[in-house]
């Protein structure tokens, strides 16, 4: 057979054909590699770097960062982080890591050996960091950071930094923006904090979640509680200071202090749930139900004619809800001068247990009476249940409480009065509320 | 066509009669397998990535095996035995035989990787339908009460066993769970590739000995799995003396070797599907499966690469002098 016969002039041609095609394909991939980020080299892993592996994996790398993942758990699980040098284990991690870098496990896993169980938080947080770069849309890794930050290195505002980037992947749970918001809370950003409680709840009341909006309007409320007892905390401290040794006789007195009488800036939750009422009967829906907002300070007649007065139909239909969120916010923030209004429907009152000795419940110098009617409930309750037990394993009534306890009852009454004990029957009952009802009912002489 | 297909059907035969692939599908099941037992040392959701990486790894792997091992000695054995003399005074033309070899080695190569598909397909299944949950939520609902030693949880464990691998056979036929989501998508990546390799192995028997073979065509794999790196060395060479404008003398020559290089090598990495089988972006967020994306022009660069690697054998085996 001739070489140049016509069949092999068509082989030739279709040669060329398919290598000329490959080629100019190949090109177009080429320029893709080159505007890809460089896997860098770096020490990692038994004096080999994690590039090499990576390269003398031919394409397996899968399954040499899975054989790495189960040496290193094995690694650990076998003497744990205690009785050895950590620094291998980090090594293997952050190689395991290099090699496949969308490992979310070994990230927070990785975090938690060296961090949580062996102490080294700086670098179990290396690891958080890098797993941040390598999965930015993915909520757990930050999460972990935020977790440790918290609550091992009671770093709060680094906490934050981290729940701030979890909340914003694309998987994030809807109970997130909720501790987020709970953190800014502790930390003391009651605009921050409110202002993420009031986009859960709305995201709630958009979705029709209702778990999320119970959850959200619940946890709102009391962020705002919090913000007006932080206020009136700063009045206390400024009224303490200017008297010294005294404390002020009832919650009024607060009100002459500078922190007060010079104005500041808070939220008003009755204006707040008024707006959001308004706005969701303008887009023809449901408002806010009566169930859903009957433990909080209802919205008056007032506060919803100002609601229709400042919103607009077309805004409200023509804005997103972002947008909204941040309208509802601003429009409820208040300038008082006066002492704050309680988001809950009873009112703040000064607690006189606070400057007794603090071996029981209430420490805040001003609570509000709803909570305080409800702490002195589930202390009555905790009580009874405890005689109860009592009488279930020695076949008899308490002579006293002391004796339920085994220490020295000193627990306060959250209203300043005294526990009643009443031997014979085995009920607990307060001096200053002694027809309470408990909601699971009260221990009798013949029960047990 | 039809002495093309002769010798393929002929070449598959021949080649099914090989015991080292019995050997090697033997040993794919058994990774495939053991892959279950190995992921019970993980934790958390890297439990089934394990299973999908070791799989998913194994058939390649094992794929490519079996097209080096069984087609650099199907050209070999037909010249070293004399049979290509009773072949080729027959009127079949010699790009008909190699087109032939090719296509029934490939066969061969397929119908094992199809095989160790269903085996790795039922695994995902049999574990995912006897997870603890899985056989909490069955006999919950069925009303029943069961210890792990009574009869009615083994015949259940019985039961899922066929179940699993008449769905491992299904989802090669295109069937899927979410646990198997676009899994034969990536299995059929494999496939193309292992199109390309196997077109290498044939045309390197044609001129080569079976060892050469066998060494030529893996170095084949090892450049078109690092096909990326020669590009990432092209840049870096350009990197080092501040822009392609500035290479001169040997270091511009040595460039344009390796950016030529690089466009020649056939890119296997652009088959391999395997991180997207667990990583790859998710279809739905509040039910995150991932999501493997292929294109067609990937898939005409695979099967426009092994006909040109096929030309290029046939070309060679036509010069071939066999005196």
Known sequence: ?448 | MNKVLAVALNTFREAVRNKILYFLLLFSMLIIGFSTFLSDLSINEAQNKLIKDIGLSSIDFIGFLIAVLVGINLIYNEIERRTIYTIVSKPIDRPQFIWGKYIGLLITVYVNVLIMSIVFFSVLYFRDSTAPDAIQKHFQDAGETVTSSSFAYYWFHVKALFISAGKGIATIFGYSEQITHHLMRVVGMSMISLAVITAFAILYSTFATPTLSAVYTFLTFIIGTMCNDIVRYADTIAKNANGVENLVGVAYLKYKLVWLGALLVPNLELFNKRRDAVYGMWDVMENPIPNVPIDGVTIAYGIVYAIGVMCLACLVFNRRNFK
């Open chain 1, 1 to 448: 057979m001739k070489f140049l016969s016509w069949r092999n002039i068509v082989y030739l041609v279709v040669f060329f054909c398919c290598i000329g095609f490959t080629v100019t394909q190949q090109l177009k991939e080429m320029k893709k590699v080159s505007l890809t980020t460089v896997f860098f080299d770096k020490w990692a892993f038994s004096g080999r770097s994690a590039d090499m592996l990576k390269k003398m994996s031919l394409g397996y790398d899968l399954v040499l960062a899975d054989i790495l993942w189960l040496r290193t758990i094995q690694s650990f699980g076998g003497r744990g982080m205690s009785q050895r040098d950590w620094k291998p284990v980090y090594y293997q991690f952050d190689a395991l890591t290099d090699i496949d870098p969308s490992m979310e496990s070994a990230y927070s896993f990785g975090n938690m050996v060296i961090g949580d169980e062996g102490g080294h938080q700086k670098e179990g947080l290396d690891l958080i960091n890098k797993g941040m770069k390598n999965l930015p849309y993915r909520y757990r890794v930050p999460f972990e950071g935020m977790y440790v930050s918290n609550w091992t290195l009671n770093n709060r505002d680094q906490a934050r930094w981290y729940g701030r980037v979890a909340v914003k992947a694309l998987n994030a749970p809807d109970w997130l923006p909720r501790m987020v918001a709970y953190l800014d809370i502790e930390a003391g950003q009651y605009f921050v904090g409110v202002d993420q409680y009031l986009g859960n709840f709305l995201q709630g009341l958009a979705t029709e979640q209702d778990h999320i909006l119970t959850l959200g309007l619940s946890r709102l409320i009391d962020a705002i509680d919090k913000w007006n007892l932080s206020v009136m905390d700063k009045a206390l401290t400024e009224f303490e200071t200017a008297h010294p040794g005294m404390e002020p006789k009832q919650i009024e007195d607060l009100a002459q202090t500078d922190t007060i009488k010079s104005g500041y800036k808070i939220i008003d939750s009755r204006r707040m749930l008024a707006l959001v009422d308004t706005i969701q009967r303008r887009l023809k829906k449901d408002g806010l139900s009566a169930d859903l907002i009957k433990n909080y300070a209802i919205p008056t007649k007032a506060d919803f004619d100002w609601a229709n007065s400042v919103t607009t139909k077309s805004f409200v239909l023509k804005t997103r809800l972002t947008d909204l969120q941040n309208e509802i916010f601003n429009l409820s923030i208040i300038t008082k001068n006066d002492l704050p209004n309680s988001p809950y429907p009873s009112a703040y009152v000064w607690n006189p247990m606070f400057a007794k000795p603090r071996s029981g419940m209430p420490e805040q110098p001003i609570m509000n009476e709803a909570k305080r009617l409800e702490t002195l409930t589930s202390m009555l309750q905790s009580f009874n249940d405890e005689i109860k037990n009592f009488k279930t394993r020695e076949n008899r009534l308490p002579n006293n409480l002391d004796e339920i306890f085994d220490t020295k009852f000193v627990t306060p009454e959250p209203y300043g009065g005294e526990w009643l004990y009443d031997n014979k029957t085995g009920v607990v009952k307060s001096s200053t509320h002694s027809d309470l009802k408990l909601p699971e009912g009260e221990p009798t002489g013949e029960q047990g």
